[in-house]
């Protein structure tokens, strides 16, 4: 059984298109992330959402839209691609997420990734 | 300064080389610290977190220096499996929620 899976795995497509990217887990865990890893394998998070509810919204230009139907999935739909946005977009899940200082729960929650989704804008 | 910095490598050691990755980090007040494993065109997996006492998985240790702000991996007893990039994750704080920052990564190449 797939932990977190993606679909698709490889895009293709032209600048100006739209297109959306699938995320689903099965771990039952509360949050869900995504992060997208340029050519020099620079991962950075984009997004993360705690039970359907947007919590992190890193500086990702507003094409970017990210959609949480239920907590076991979160979905990225772009708008008008360009050349810039092709990298891989990995999909991670964890139990909980991290809170600020101050607040109860421990520091950390393992996060589990996607195999990856491999956008190619031409 | 960035916010995790790696070398990026690659290190090529034969088998049963002991290697080590240094990584640092820029805020002080990051509580967690990790390293994560990606295979080539695969996507990262936790390979340990980082404790301030320092802690030992088999063949890996990893430790954590406060006061200079850095990470450290050693790898004793390379094997061929271990060629990966290995990547050095801190938390930081965002807007009242913390998230994690992944290094660029560190390649390492094992050969026979």
């Known amino acids: 059984d797939t932990a977190v899976s993606q679909t698709p795995k490889y895009l293709v497509t032209q600048m100006g298109n739209d297109k959306s990217i699938k995320c689903e887990q099965n771990l039952g865990h509360d949050t869900m992330y995504w992060y997208k890893q340029d050519s020099k394998k620079f991962l950075k998070i984009m997004f993360s959402y705690n039970n359907k509810e947007l919590i992190i919204n890193e500086t990702v230009p507003n094409r970017f839209s990210p959609k949480s139907p239920d907590k076991a999935h979160l979905n990225l739909h772009i708008n008008s691609l360009e050349l810039g946005d092709s990298a891989v977009y990995f999909c991670?899940?964890?139990?909980?997420?991290?809170?600020?200082?101050?607040?109860?729960?421990?520091?950390?929650?393992?996060?589990?990734f996607g195999p990856g989704t491999r956008l190619t804008v031409t | 300064r960035k916010e995790v910095e790696q070398d990026p490598g690659p290190f090529n050691v034969p088998e049963g080389a002991t290697v080590a990755f240094n990584c640092t980090y820029s805020?002080?007040?990051?509580?967690?610290f990790f390293w994560y494993r990606q295979d080539c065109r695969k996507e990262p997996k936790l390979l340990m977190s980082?404790?301030?006492s320092g802690n030992e998985d088999g063949r890996f240790t990893a430790q954590l220096n406060r006061a200079s702000q850095y990470i450290s991996l050693l790898i004793r007893d390379s094997k061929l499996s271990d060629s990966a990039t290995y990547l050095c994750v801190v938390n930081f704080m965002n807007t009242g929620f913390q998230k994690l920052v992944f290094g660029t990564g560190t390649r390492l190449l094992v050969s026979p």
């Open positions: 980082v404790y301030s």
């Open positions: 805020n002080s007040a990051s509580q967690s």
């Open positions: 991670a899940s964890s139990q909980d997420f991290l809170r600020g200082p101050g607040t109860s729960g421990p520091f950390s929650y393992e996060q589990y």
